[in-house]
């Protein structure tokens, strides 16, 4: 079965830019979609089909993808960006969530 | 406004068999391109896909849990129903339905608020 996997934590100071990775066999040929989820909560789309965003969602927030690597990327971070961060795809009619990556904002 | 809601029992014994019902509005899924999943998530653990039933009624499964889920839909009511089999202490989860939709690539745009079940004897 398909795998993504994330790194269990990420730290970043305030104002400073926070990457967080989805990696998985040849995950650039699929789409990779990225839900934020804060303590207590359900998770919210953030990006969707590797870099788009819902509307809400702010520009300092992006995504990309190519070759085993997903990645999300949070510039100028705040205090209300510590969460919880997922990927997600779909491998044939599969559904697939990442390990997940808890984000600290320093 | 799309939103979704779970109900369902909070706790469940082992053996038992656990029903959950995802109760939307918002939209139909008579609608070309709607689903709607079920998603769980252990305490302090990730977020594992269960199933998805689309507006044409076909259903997706976790292969691994394929054998104890069934997935239906009442669009007449705005409801989706997960059964799921053989219930175990490691099935505790908070269980989420979402609205998956082709104009976001698939991705789960509108999630229920999660509903905590708990398997213990």
Redesign the interface.
Known sequence: SFELIQPLSVSVAPGQTARITCGGNNIGSKNVHWYQQKPGQAPVLLIYKDSKRPSGIPERVSGSNSGNTATLTISRAQAGDEADYHCQLWDINTGVFGTGTKVTVL | QITLKESGPTLVKPTQTLTLTCTFSGFSLSTSGVGV?W?RQPPG?????LA?IYWDDNE?Y???LKTRLTITMDSSKNQVVLTMTNMDPVDTATY?CAHRDVA??????Y????TLVTVSS
């Open positions: 999943g998603i653990k990730a977020l594992e896909w998805l997706r976790s292969p691994s989420y976001v690539a698939g991705a789960f745009d999630w229920g608020q999660g």
